[in-house]
């Protein structure tokens, strides 16, 4: 079954410090990769998608993504955080010829600290 | 733009109550809603898939006669949980799709959490 891997459960940083996400797919077929973002209380918020072309993808709030296809890998990445940025992370794949099913990883607690 | 809202956003009920939950998207059609389940420390899972019309999709494993939805209108998809028990307990979340492919973003609710006692 294809499965969405997102190893690290939390991650703490502190403020204004660099931090990445990772995040791991299971298949070498075509895929779309999406990073979501859910603030306590609220809905899942797409940060960025990457569908095709430039492997670099950039989001809303400062946030990238490389897809690397080799390493069946799209780690999402910001190179300065801030307090405001604390909310779950969630990376999804869409693998292409199984409709439009979203697979979530479980999802990475980013905690930012003064 | 792209609002989607629940309503309710928590829910108590008693075992064997039934239990609806609405999904609406506030300022755009959506062709395609989806509904999704998450546990505690786990990822959101697909339960079903419906097109404004149509009958839902449902995944693998998902009891159709269970989770009951109705996709009426462009705007609105509603989730039947019936007859239900303490392990349907969990946090329920829907999204809403413009035009429902693959490329289509898909925009969250903010989710409705089911207590069954």
């Known amino acids: 079954a294809q499965s969405v891997t997102q190893l690290d459960s939390q991650v703490p940083v502190f403020e204004e410090a660099p931090v990445e996400l990772r995040c791991n797919y299971s298949?070498?077929?075509?895929?779309?990769l999406f990073w979501y973002v859910q603030y306590p209380n609220q809905g899942l918020q797409l940060l960025l998608k990457?569908?095709?072309?430039?492997?670099l993808v950039k989001g809303i709030n400062g946030f990238e993504a490389e897809f690397n296809k080799s390493q069946t890998s799209f780690h999402l990445r910001k190179p300065s955080v801030h307090i405001s940025d604390t909310a779950e992370y969630f990376c999804a794949v869409i693998y292409t010829g199984g409709g439009n099913k979203l697979t979530f990883g479980t999802g990475t607690q980013l905690k930012v600290e003064l | 733009g792209a609002v989607v809202s629940q309503h309710p956003s928590r829910v108590i009920c008693k075992s064997g109550t039934s239990v609806k939950i609405e999904c609406r998207s506030l300022d755009f059609q959506a062709t395609t809603m989806f509904w999704y389940r998450q546990f505690p420390k786990q990822s959101l899972m697909l339960m079903a898939t419906?097109?404004?019309?149509?009958?839902?999709?449902?995944e693998q494993g998902v009891e159709k006669d269970k989770f009951l939805i109705n996709h009426a209108s462009l705007t609105l998809s509603t989730l039947t949980v019936t007859s239900a028990h303490p392990e349907d307990s969990s946090f329920y979340i829907c999204?809403?799709?413009?035009?429902?492919?693959?490329?289509?973003?898909?925009?969250f609710g903010p989710g409705t959490r089911l207590t069954v006692l």
């Open positions: 419906s097109n404004e019309g149509s009958k839902a999709t449902y």
């Open positions: 999204s809403a799709s413009r035009g429902g492919g693959p490329k289509d973003t898909q925009y």
């Open positions: 298949s070498s077929v075509s895929v779309y």
């Open positions: 990457y569908l095709s072309g430039s492997t």
